[in-house]
């Protein structure tokens, strides 16, 4: 790509994984208001819902991280913790019967590190939650990020016993000078052992975290580390550009703004991945996201299933996306919740009987058929654009990336192009009323590229 491409097109950019995006959420739902929206969601269709846990805990701080943790070694918080996140449930399962009913199709671990829990913790915490919903068939998609430095057997074949069938390892580079960079020192062997364990055990999906910008990640680093990745073959691979935000995260800080590839050096790395996982089997699956072409995220998007959330990409669609512990983030078709961020106050609250509400947003019908449009943009690479849409209006504002062969119009049909699909976001911010209407103040997002 010319650098001239790249300089136009690598601006802050919302990763959409919702519409509108959370800076600019602005009515905050009551919790009457927050657990109607809920019941509407689950009452009309067998969609079923979906549950996201948030486990904060790490035992160290990557310098490069942008999730929200508590850092600590202590794992006397493992089992409290545990006690809220049911709690939390139970307030749930009490305001809204109907999570009792419809079928839970998706569950998803994520973090900080989930694996900091045992495996008696996480027993603990999923046994009464899996014996209290409905599930269709015995069976709902049981996922959990792991780090690799920090899971054993015993966890691993815990949660498979309860029916989880995806892992998804935090790798992030194999280089030992990178990792020191990042304070992550994590051997290949590591990486190795619980990609083996876990399909020894009988997990259908592996998936590897990689990042591309990290410091003094040179394009020798990054060949290493792809042909490293090919080695152990994840059926999936996130191949995150480094979301450089240190208003928000302080530790990123401690990075050498010259250690950090930047502009085309950073797009390169991206490119030499992408071109890699593509010789390799993978498809593009979107923003930042490969699989194996039978991976069942590779099947979604060829049968235009693909759908997208604050987990990412998933394979099915579900009405309501249910977050439970310290900053989760929920969704219901017309509202979003998020739980507030400081683990104590988080505590606090639920301790009270209440759900600790940070934000949210009721959406608005503009807002609902944005949403429609953005999602079907981003999980297809294509949107067909119906009378909502200003076409003239549209089409002056993406002139520019048609005429360098990003986007192009048939008729109502807004379409990426293979040479667009890294700008993806780019070109979903010229459907996004909300940002058209009120450019951010401040910096809120990261650099699209
Ligand atoms: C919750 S962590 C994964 C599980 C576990 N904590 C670990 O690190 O192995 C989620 C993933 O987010 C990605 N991530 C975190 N901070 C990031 C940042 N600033 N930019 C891009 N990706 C980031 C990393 O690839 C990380 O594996
Ligand atoms: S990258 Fe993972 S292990 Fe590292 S601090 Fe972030 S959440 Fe914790």
Known sequence: MSSELFKKYD???PRYTSYPTVPYWSETPSWEQWTQAIKAGLGPTDAGWSIYMHIPFC????SFCGCNTVITKSHKKEHPYVERLLKEWQIYKSAVAEFGSRPMRQL???GGTPTFLSADNLKALLEPVLS???LENGEFEGSIEVDPRRTNREQLQALYDMGFRRVSLGVQDFNVEVQRLINRIQTFEENKSITEMAREIGYTSVNFDLIYGLPQQTPERMQITLEKTLELRPDRVAFYSLAVVPWIKPAQRLFKIEDLPQGEDKYHLYEMGREVFLEAGYEDIGLDHFALSDEKLAVARAQSKLHRNFMGYTEHRTEVLLGLGVSAISEAPTCFHQNKKELPVYEREIDGGSVPTLRGHLLSEEDLAVREQILQFMTRAEVDLESQVDF????????PMVADGLVRF?????IQTQKGLPFLRNSAMALDKRLLAKSPDQS??????
């Open 132 to 134: 209290s919903v409905s």
């Open 59 to 62: 035992e160290t701080l990557c």
């Open 392 to 399: 003239t209006v549209l089409q002056e504002r993406l002139a």
């Open 410 to 414: 048939e008729g109502n049909r807004m």
């Open 444 to 449: 809120m997002f990261s650099k699209s590229l």
């Open 108 to 110: 998803h671990l994520g």
């Open 11 to 13: 601006v802050q950019a």
